[in-house]
């Protein structure tokens, strides 16, 4: 039974863990489906990880408290398609610019809240946790985020691949001036995708400071919203991909805080590399056969599109 | 309103932008000083006018120029050749570490040799770090930004793991640092300031860095790697010469900024050695359009905001992670500056009465 418990509690655990991966990711792969490269993930997540975090404090409703770090996610994302899709910046460079202001900014509003403890968002809606038996206490651990990061992985996939706007997305990803010509609307597309992406990212901030480790810390995302970026490129743009690299990543999170249960003693420092050399690993192993990961891309991807009239 | 295409990229508006977009920041900053309930006009003093007010304000800005400087100048070095290095912070954490471990080993000995070996060293462990982003961009087509990236985390880990184990000063109380450096493995300091020669080092690497770009072969390649992959292929310019050659020299850079850190102002290895200067100096380099003298301007108005963010928390109390914000929206700022100089802004008038209905064409 005691097995079965700590069987269990991986489990859940890897799930916790691969969550806020997922649902930034899924965002990510819906804007690079479209062609546009946003490397500001990091940053967005970040923002919507400071005003979740704020507004459940604030207002006491941790529902609040989401809708607002989806909100946050969506502004950042619209002042990156304003600057890329609008004013055909670099979409690299402004990525970079995205991530930078958004550490800084959350840094900065967050300021009150730093350290303060609060209690999880499944503790939130399942007052009796702590005093549950310890299997149902495990089941109940997965809140309804992580439900909706897998749940997202369905729906993004049948998006992708059977609906109207899902093909009309995809066709702008592999040739805006085709899309174009055919009479699709590719900046109102590309809009929509980024202010997804946006929306994902402020909703896996959120996951971070409301449901994973309930407290806002400067920077606590700690790389999650690259690693994303690392992991649609290891999923090749496919949703499901997506769901099994997040898991993996998502088990390699916890492998840190289990090696010591197995009587592995190595420093907390050189067990928390494991996450980013990991990546490297999955980026190299996908990366090796260029071919197919040329194939693979959304062929416009970080091109950008000038309509003409 | 609607942008057109001109032409040619606008020469004026390249160096107009940088301007537009630092005068755009000011204002922006002065009301974001308002949202943050202090007075503008004083905020505005202290973070661009008074960190310049003394002769030891202008060595304090020279200082952090050197970092700012140094890693900017490979990162722009890169991005002239389509190799995106992000990174400048990993090269100087190691670039610190290897150095930092040199000078540890040597402990009190003394001699001429020991601070050239020193500087080697940590100009040897950026590039190190910066040849394991080139080999794996080399041998798996891994894409840089996301490998240098990952790493610049790894060094951090690295760093902090030394200095709470085997690096730990036995006699420091056990605080997570290591014993301060010997004098001979510490740079020496110029005009009673914290300033060390490696600002000059700094200011000769940008003429050297126009140099290579602009009048040597191995540059010309870099530019057209950068400018025409397609034509780099076809002229036979080795792919693989290009991707080697900037991050080495990124790293390098990166590397002797972070021994001249901790071999210079702050003396010993720590678990936070830079606010982020590997991060800044992307800003940098963009700020002063990839160009090796436009990069000496801007890592001068960088350090400023550095600087000015120091007297902000110190009289105004205000948060040290402002200076964060501010460059972001520097960065933001210069981007959509940018537009103008590949575009022009066209304010189009209502449609014509020749479109009207029943008018003849």
């Known amino acids: 039974m005691a097995e079965a418990v700590l069987i269990l509690s991986i489990v859940v655990a890897t799930l916790r863990a691969a969550t806020p991966l997922l649902l930034a990711g899924l965002g990510e792969l819906v804007a690079e489906r479209s062609g546009v490269l946003n490397l500001g993930v990091e940053g967005m997540m970040l923002m919507g990880a400071a005003a979740g975090f704020a507004v459940r404090a604030l207002s006491g409703s941790a529902a609040l408290g989401l ?142 400071s409301l449901a994973y480790t309930p407290m806002w810390a400067e920077n ?13 490129v290891f999923a090749t743009w496919k949703p499901w991909r997506l769901a099994a690299g997040a898991l993996l990543f998502g088990f390699v999170t916890i492998a840190q805080f289990q090696a010591e249960a197995f ?18 690993v999955v980026l190299v192993l996908i990366s090796r056969d260029a071919t197919r990961l040329r194939l693979a891309a959304p062929a416009a991807l970080g091109k950008p599109f000038r309509p003409t009239d | ?122 100009i040897a462990g950026g590039m190190a770090w910066a040849a394991i982003p080139a080999a794996l ?24 793991w030394l200095v709470h184990g085997p690096w730990r000063d036995p006699q420091g109380f056990n605080f997570p640092q290591s014993r301060t450096f010997a004098d001979a493995a510490t740079l020496p300091t110029l005009w009673g300031t914290r300033l060390t020669p490696i600002f000059f080092v700094a200011m000769l690497a940008a003429p050297c860095a126009w140099l290579l770009l602009q009048h040597t072969t191995a540059g010309y390649r870099l530019r057209v790697a950068g400018l025409a992959p397609a034509a780099a292929r076809y002229a036979g310019f080795s792919a693989r010469g290009t991707v080697w050659l900037s991050l080495l020299i990124a790293g390098g850079l ?75 929206m520097l960065l933001f700022l210069l981007l959509a500056a940018d537009v103008l100089v590949a575009n022009r802004v066209v304010w189009r008038r209502a449609p014509a009465a020749a479109h009207a209905p029943g008018s003849m064409r």
């Open chain 2, 137 to 160: 961009r080399i041998g798996a087509n891994a894409h840089e930004i996301l490998t240098t990236l990952m790493l610049n985390y790894v060094a951090q880990d690295i760093l902090s």
């Open chain 2, 254 to 328: 990166a590397g002797l900024a972070g021994i001249a850190e901790v071999a210079g102002p702050i003396g010993q290895l720590m678990p936070t050695i830079s606010p982020g200067y590997g991060y800044a100096a992307i800003i940098v380099a963009f700020l002063g359009r990839l160009e090796p003298f436009g990069i000496v301007v801007a890592s001068a108005l960088m350090a400023l905001l550095y600087l000015g963010a120091d007297g902000l928390q110190m009289h105004l109390q205000l948060p040290l992670s402002l200076t964060g914000t501010l460059q972001g």
């Open chain 1, 67 to 208: 809708l607002a770090a989806i909100l946050a996610g969506i502004a950042m994302a619209a002042l990156f398609a304003l600057l890329t899709l609008r004013l055909l910046a670099n979409q690299v460079a402004t990525g970079l610019a995205l991530t930078i202001f958004g550490i800084g900014l959350s840094a900065l509003t967050g300021l009150p809240w730093a350290g303060v403890p609060a209690p999880g968002l499944a503790a939130t809606i399942w007052p009796g946790l702590a005093h549950a038996p310890p299997a149902l206490q495990q089941v109940l651990l997965l809140d309804p985020l992580v439900w909706i990061a897998f749940a997202g992985v369905f729906a993004v996939d049948w998006f992708l691949r059977r609906s109207r706007a899902g093909l009309a997305l995809r066709a702008v990803g592999e040739s805006a001036e085709v899309a174009h010509a055919l009479g699709t609307s590719v900046l109102r597309i590309r809009l929509a995708a980024v202010l997804f992406g946006g929306a994902m990212a402020g909703l896996a901030g959120a996951d971070l």
């Open chain 1, 220 to 232: 606590m995302t700690a790389g999650r919203g690259w690693i994303a970026l690392a992991l649609v």
């Open chain 2, 1 to 122: 309103m609607r942008l057109e295409k001109r032409e040619a990229p606008s020469a004026a508006m390249l160096w107009v932008a940088p301007l537009l977009a630092a005068a755009t920041s000011v204002v922006l900053t002065g009301l974001l000083f308002t949202a943050l309930r202090v007075n503008p006009f004083a905020a505005l003093r202290l973070l661009y006018l008074a960190p310049l007010a003394s002769a030891n304000g202008v060595a304090e800005l020279a200082l952090k120029m050197t970092p700012l400087l140094l890693c900017a100048l490979g990162i722009a070095i890169g991005v002239r050749a389509n190799v995106w290095n992000i990174g400048a912070e990993g090269q100087f954490t190691m670039g610190a570490v290897a150095g930092g471990g040199i000078a540890l080993a040597l402990g009190p000995a003394g001699g001429w040799y020991v601070l050239p070996l020193v500087l080697a060293a940590g």
């Open chain 1, 263 to 280: 009587g592995l003693s190595l420093s907390p420092d050189l067990l928390s590399t494991l996450p980013y050399l990991a990546t490297i």
